[in-house]
């Protein structure tokens, strides 16, 4: 009797494990459908992102030939077709070596390659050189760009320890955007302040805003706002997330206001680096085929 009752315990044991034992086998192909599903969506929103990225980089090429084949036909007596065509063709060039910066900047993001190089900033000189990248683009939609710079120093200037070519893609990447989502003949207002060691920026545009749908999307790498075939509106969606990225590594964070149809204030908030500063800078080069752009 005792023997059988050992028996039945056992048995029950035994089923009790094999009850277990198929419930954690249930969750982990619960578990794996899971992770299948997410790496199908991550290869689909790659593939998207690669998409995307070859549109920006063929679009301009396209361009920039299409119009240097129009140059090379055009009479001695309409030179001013040729200015024209110039101005275009510096502007293409202008947004292929802009959406190339990103594109560098996001690869050695992933490869863990992209470290601050810290020099002693003028501001005020690398916001007026970031707005003046950007006049074809001003001009083209009658939109005026307002500085404002707070925390000068006797001698009129506002200076601070960070990575200079960093921040001017951080910059290029907020004007590019406001530009881009801004209606023809408005204002745009990029301010600057020094509050104690934090650099404080803010760039605002009175143009289309961003909706609620897109407000959880617009730092993702993979995703791009506006995406439809027939968008007017350039870029692929990186130079926000590349902005998050780089403010990351600056110790700095990214935020925004933004209502529909009024407007869009992006504010960035940068500490001052207490690394040795390895030089003064007011400029950066705006070319892509440096040995070192980053």
């Given at each position: 009797?005792a023997?059988?009752?050992n028996?039945?315990?056992?048995?029950?044991?035994?089923n009790?494990?094999?009850?277990?034992?198929?419930?954690?086998?249930?969750?982990?192909?619960?578990?794996?459908?899971?992770?299948?599903?997410k790496?199908?969506?991550?290869?689909a929103l790659k593939?998207?992102?690669?998409?995307?990225?070859c549109?920006?980089?063929?679009?301009?090429?396209?361009?920039?030939?299409?119009?240097?084949?129009?140059?090379?036909?055009?009479?001695?007596?309409n030179?001013?077709?040729?200015?024209?065509?110039?101005?275009?063709?510096h502007?293409?060039?202008?947004h292929?070596?802009?959406?190339?910066?990103?594109?560098?900047?996001?690869?050695?993001?992933?490869?863990?390659?992209?470290?601050?190089?810290?020099?002693?900033?003028?501001?005020?000189?690398?916001?007026?050189?970031?707005?003046?990248t950007?006049?074809?683009?001003t001009?083209?939609k009658?939109?005026?760009?307002?500085?404002?710079?707070?925390?000068?120093?006797?001698?009129?200037?506002?200076?601070?320890?960070?990575d200079?070519?960093?921040?001017?893609?951080i910059l290029?990447?907020?004007l590019?955007?406001?530009?881009?989502?801004?209606y023809?003949?408005?204002?745009?207002?990029?301010?600057?302040?020094?509050?104690?060691?934090?650099?404080?920026?803010?760039?605002?545009?009175?143009?289309?805003?961003?909706?609620s749908e897109?407000?959880?999307?617009?730092?993702?790498?993979?995703?791009?706002?506006?995406?439809?075939?027939?968008s007017?509106n350039?870029?692929?969606?990186l130079?926000l997330?590349?902005?998050?990225a780089?403010?990351?590594?600056?110790?700095?964070?990214i935020s925004?206001t933004?209502?529909?149809?009024?407007?869009t204030?992006?504010?960035?908030?940068?500490?001052?680096?207490?690394?040795?500063?390895?030089?003064?800078s007011?400029?950066v080069?705006?070319?892509?085929?440096?040995?070192?752009?980053?």
């Amino acid at each position: 009797m005792a023997a059988e009752r050992n028996y039945i315990s056992e048995l029950e044991a035994a089923n009790k494990e094999k009850a277990s034992l198929k419930e954690e086998i249930e969750r982990l192909e619960a578990s794996l459908v899971k992770v299948n599903s997410k790496l199908e969506e991550a290869e689909a929103l790659k593939s998207h992102f690669i998409s995307n990225i070859c549109n920006e980089l063929v679009n301009p090429f396209t361009s920039v030939l299409a119009l240097s084949d129009n140059i090379l036909d055009v009479d001695k007596e309409n030179w001013k077709k040729v200015i024209s065509m110039v101005a275009l063709i510096h502007s293409e060039v202008f947004h292929l070596d802009f959406q190339l910066k990103n594109i560098f900047a996001a690869a050695k993001l992933e490869a863990g390659e992209l470290q601050p190089e810290i020099s002693t900033v003028d501001i005020e000189s690398l916001i007026g050189h970031v707005i003046d990248t950007f006049k074809y683009d001003t001009r083209h939609k009658s939109i005026n760009i307002i500085s404002e710079i707070e925390g000068k120093n006797n001698e009129g200037k506002l200076f601070f320890n960070t990575d200079p070519e960093k921040l001017s893609l951080i910059l290029m990447n907020l004007l590019s955007n406001a530009l881009k989502f801004s209606y023809e003949k408005s204002k745009i207002y990029l301010r600057a302040s020094k509050v104690f060691d934090k650099l404080i920026v803010e760039v605002q545009d009175f143009g289309k805003g961003i909706s609620s749908e897109d407000e959880n999307i617009i730092f993702d790498r993979f995703k791009r706002v506006d995406s439809g075939i027939n968008s007017v509106n350039r870029g692929h969606g990186l130079g926000l997330s590349v902005n998050k990225a780089v403010l990351d590594i600056l110790d700095g964070t990214i935020s925004f206001t933004s209502t529909e149809k009024k407007g869009t204030t992006f504010i960035v908030n940068i500490p001052e680096s207490k690394e040795t500063s390895t030089g003064t800078s007011s400029d950066v080069n705006e070319l892509f085929f440096d040995e070192e752009t980053f």
